[in-house]
């Protein structure tokens, strides 16, 4: 059986950065996970504090290079009902960016092959511990030996979750759509709208292949049954909008099909990191998208998991402890700061979905 020093579980963008990050120190290392999803995949708001740490872990040119946008321009209905825009053009951290969310996973995967990291395209069936090391077993039966594991698996956390209590806040759920522009007559705005409503909040922005991605947040109580089967209810839950429906009914988006649903919640590991391993990305903390910083998380754990990977393996849990505990006071301010940014609507203060996050 074949032993790496470290085996990342999770091929998606934490587990690209721990596999860049433990491969540059020299140590073996070893992807276990399918090659990115089938479909289209929600989430495509890079954070400005993101080039840094692209620009650390030798991504900042790729990603620079791939067909995405500069983001300039959000428009929110939030605290009151009218919009207003904040301008991001002066970012002193860089751009913010709108992803071509397909190309940058496939720009991750490419650097982690060009480093020579070896990658099993299939998902891990189980890991127990023997000794010092990690037996892993892959979902075709075969076996894999590693001394340390870090636990990129998205919010499934696949190993970590048998060692530590994961936290949530609340059930955020989003619906999503990829919408094409039915005319050619009109130039989209290049912008990102978000609206506040009374059972949740909407998301519209145009992507850089010129559809527009459009999300409904809200509580799986709080949305109509069948919704996912249902074109004309989602139809008609954009119309009642006041803003995003207009935007993208004057831009020539319209509806095909009915929406996705996917997990949005905010949830947490009690603790990222113990003997031998470390989790990162959504697998230790999965922040509620009106964050937006999903991503820059995944690259900033990956990398801080890689890292501590590397000192355990010399000797010093250092580095390890201070990344867990720096997550964890993390994940407190932010659940402070969800708390003050969901405070702000006050106008539909008694509808259950404001009213369970003030
Ligand atoms: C609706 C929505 C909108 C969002 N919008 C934004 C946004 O605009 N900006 C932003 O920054 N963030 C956003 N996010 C969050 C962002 O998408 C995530 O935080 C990010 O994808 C987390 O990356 P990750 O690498 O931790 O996990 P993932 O990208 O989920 O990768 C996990 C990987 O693990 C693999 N895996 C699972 N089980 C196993 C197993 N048993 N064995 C091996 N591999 C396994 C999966 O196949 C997957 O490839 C959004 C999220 C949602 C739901």
């Not at 579980?9 to 120190?25: E, K, M, Q, R, S």
Request: hydrophobic letters at 45%; aromatic letters at 8%; proline letters at 5%.
């Amino acid at each position: 059986m074949s032993l790496f020093d470290v085996a990342v579980i999770g091929g998606g963008i934490a587990g690209a950065a721990a596999a860049l990050t433990v491969a540059a120190a020299g140590r073996s290392v070893l992807v276990i996970g399918p090659q990115g999803e089938a479909g289209d995949r929600p989430g495509e708001f890079l954070s400005p504090a993101a080039n840094a740490l692209l620009a650390e872990l030798g991504l900042a040119e790729r990603i620079a290079a791939g067909p995405h946008r500069v983001a300039n321009a959000t428009y929110a209905a939030w605290a009151a009902p009218v919009l207003a825009q904040r301008n991001a053009i002066t970012h002193t951290e860089g751009p913010g960016r709108v992803l071509d969310r397909r190309a940058f996973e496939r720009s991750l995967t490419a650097a982690v092959t060009d480093a020579g990291i070896p990658r099993l395209g299939i998902l891990l069936a189980g890991a127990e511990r023997d000794g010092a090391l990690w037996r892993l077993t892959l979902d075709d039966g075969t076996e894999r030996a590693a001394r340390f594991l870090i636990d990129v698996s998205g919010r499934a956390a696949v190993v970590a979750r048998r060692f530590v209590r994961r936290r949530r806040a609340d059930r955020l759920v989003a619906a999503c759509d990829f919408l094409a522009q039915k005319t050619d007559d009109v130039e989209p705005t290049p912008a990102t709208l978000i609206e506040a409503a009374a059972e949740g909040w909407w998301y519209a922005t145009l992507l850089p292949d010129r559809r527009m991605g459009l999300a409904f947040f809200s509580d799986p109580d709080r949305l109509p049954r069948g919704l996912s089967r249902d074109p004309a209810r989602w139809r008609t839950m954009l119309a009642e909008t006041e803003w995003t429906a207009r935007w993208l009914d004057s831009a020539g988006y319209r509806i095909d099909g009915a929406p996705r649903l996917a997990s949005a919640g905010t949830t947490w590991l009690e603790r990222a990191a113990g003997e031998g391993w470390a989790a990162a990305g959504d697998a230790a903390a999965a922040f509620d998208p009106l964050s937006s910083h999903g991503l820059t998380s995944a690259l900033w754990g990956g990398r801080r998991a890689g890292q501590g990977a590397l000192a355990t393996l010399d000797g010093d849990p250092g580095p390890l402890e201070r990344y867990a505990a720096t997550l964890d006071e993390a994940v407190r301010q932010f659940l402070s700061q969800r708390r003050a940014v969901y405070g702000e609507v006050r106008r539909f203060a008694d509808r259950p979905f404001w009213n369970r996050r003030h």
